[in-house]
Structure formats: C-alpha cells, structure tokens
C-alpha cells in the first residue's frame, strides 16, 4: 500500500513538474499583469474531466468536513452546544491546544528558515534557472508516502517527542 501511494504521489510530482517546467518555457516571463480569464468548457471530453476530478474531491473532502462540523453541535439527537462545553471545560484540551500551537509554530518556522535556506542556495548556484531538477527537489516529500515517512518515524525514533513530530513535519 505504501509503495503504490508513493508511485502514484511520485506521478502526480513528475506529472506537475513537467507541466510547470513546458508551461515556463512556452509563456516566457513578461513582468506584466495579466488578468487570468475564465474560459467555458470546450467539449464534453473537458466536462467529463472536469467532474471526474471535481465530484471526488467534494465527496472526499466537503462532504467529510461538512459532516464532521454539522455533527459537533448534535448532542443526544438533538442542536446543542453542550460538546463544546463538555470539551473546553477539560483540561487535557487546554494542554492539547498549548502542545498543538508551539509544534505547529516551531514546524513552520523550521520550514520557512529551510526553504529560505534553499532559495538562496539555488539561486547561487543557478542564477539564470538553467537546471530546472533543483526545482524538482522542494517537490520531493509530496511523493514519498505519508505511511513510509510514518513508519521511518517509528524505526529511527523509537519514543515519539515534541521534536520528533517537528522534524517530520
């Protein structure tokens, strides 16, 4: 299961690569605005296209949200604010919420500082944009597998910490 997640991640990488890398070279970099304009569907082949990846990510995404937001304010078969009430009142919540702002603070700090530090390096070593794979290389966590970085997690560290979970993030 990892493997085929990986493969398809991979794909998707490579796929979206491909089309910003040919669609950088054809447009060319002007400095002007341009207004993006919305275009109709030419053909029922781009309707259908457009459906087939619309439709799942409403039932896989909105639909889930939706739900779990709707069911939160349902208690004993009936609208009520007593959930909330019932989870803020604890204080595992309140100890949760602390631990949740700072890794999540500290893992993006981190991201900022690492990919700052990569900008700055692939613009010194290709200021002209003449090896398009060092833009390929930010892309690369997108196609491993959530399960194989998981999993890597359990095996190098063997007692998850704060500092474990932010450096997989």
């Known amino acids: 299961f990892a493997l085929a997640e990986t493969l398809i991640a991979l794909c998707f990488v490579l796929l979206y690569a491909r089309f910003e890398f040919s669609g950088r ?5 002007t400095g002007k605005r341009e207004k993006l304009q919305g275009r109709k569907l030419q ?5 259908l296209f457009f459906a087939a990846v619309f439709i799942p990510v409403i039932l896989f995404f909105f639909v889930p949200l939706f739900s779990v937001s709707a069911n939160a304010f349902i208690y004993k078969k009936s609208l009520s604010f007593t959930a909330f009430g019932t989870v803020l009142s604890r204080r595992s919540f309140w100890l949760s919420l602390k631990n949740t702002v700072w890794t999540s603070a500290l893992s993006a700090a981190l991201a900022v500082i690492g990919a700052c530090v990569y900008a700055v390096f692939v613009r010194a070593v290709d200021p002209f944009k003449t090896k398009p794979r060092l833009r390929l290389v930010p892309l690369v966590p997108m196609a491993v597998s959530s399960i194989v970085i998981g999993f890597g997690m359990i095996l190098f ?3 998850g910490s704060p500092l474990s979970l932010i450096a997989a993030q």
């Open 43 to 47: 053909n029922p082949k781009e309707g």
């Open 25 to 29: 070279r054809s447009a060319g970099i």
């Open 157 to 159: 560290f063997r007692r």
